[in-house]
């Protein structure tokens, strides 16, 4: 059975401020892909990445997968209110298999 | 382009009832897979079907079970019904679903089930 194991869980920061996310398995994965899920509504992609050690950047959202694509990261830089949501990853093996998710709230 | 569209958006029922969720997936894409989202769970992988036939199942009781028709649109069905299955109910499509390779899932709205 994969796992995916993200951090932290809940995530509280000011307006401005920087973050990372972390996603983490002892499985390899053939891709892996964030979502971001805002209440009421269903998880959007935001990235895919696929290759090992591949870096994809997304305006102020970087992610990263690991080069064992084992794990990955999600980098916020300057974070405003409009990034507030359930950040969620997803790791493609065999099935999907997603992490538990990381609450980010962003104060103004 | 229209998106995963699931119905209802919102079912009431009470214990031991049975209720049937609705996804119709994006056109083209021929994978549909349903999730029970809880706050204490996360994302819990029920199903995947592909051309109508289920290709990978995760650990729910046999309560839990799924159709896909010729048309990729899929139908879940839960019956006697328990307290704990009160959940976000999401479907995701793909083109070619889990497995594929770099088959990113787009996700329904999800249909709210709460049972009294």
């Known amino acids: 059975t994969q796992l995916l194991e993200q951090s932290p869980q809940f995530l509280s920061i000011q307006e401005g401020e920087n973050l990372t996310v972390y996603c983490n398995s002892s499985?390899?994965?053939?891709?892996l892909q964030w979502y971001r899920q805002e209440p009421g509504e269903g998880p959007v992609l935001l990235v895919t990445v696929v290759t090992g050690g591949e870096v994809k950047k997304l305006k102020r959202l970087t992610f990263q997968f690991g080069d064992a694509r084992k794990d990955s990261s999600l980098h916020i830089t300057a974070a405003q209110p409009g990034d507030t949501g359930l950040y969620l990853c997803a790791g493609e093996g065999n099935d999907m298999c997603f992490g538990a998710g990381t609450r980010l709230t962003v104060k103004p | 382009k229209a998106g995963v569209t699931q119905t209802p958006r919102y079912l009431i029922k009470t214990r031991g009832q049975q209720v049937t969720l609705s996804c119709s997936p994006i056109s083209g894409h021929r994978s549909v897979s349903w999730y029970q989202q809880t706050p204490g769970q996360g994302l819990q992988f029920l199903f995947e079907?592909?051309?109508?036939?289920?290709?990978n199942k995760g650990n729910f009781p046999g309560r839990f079970s799924g159709r896909q028709f010729s048309n990729s649109r899929s139908e879940m069905n839960v019956s006697t019904l328990e307290l704990g299955d009160s959940a976000l109910y999401l479907c995701?499509?793909?083109?070619?679903?889990?497995?594929?390779?770099?088959?990113?899932?787009?996700f329904g709205d999800g249909t709210r089930l709460s049972i009294l």
């Open positions: 079907y592909f051309s109508e036939t289920q290709r």
């Open positions: 995701a499509s793909s083109l070619s679903g889990q497995g594929a390779g770099n088959q990113p899932q787009h």
């Open positions: 499985s390899v994965f053939s891709s």
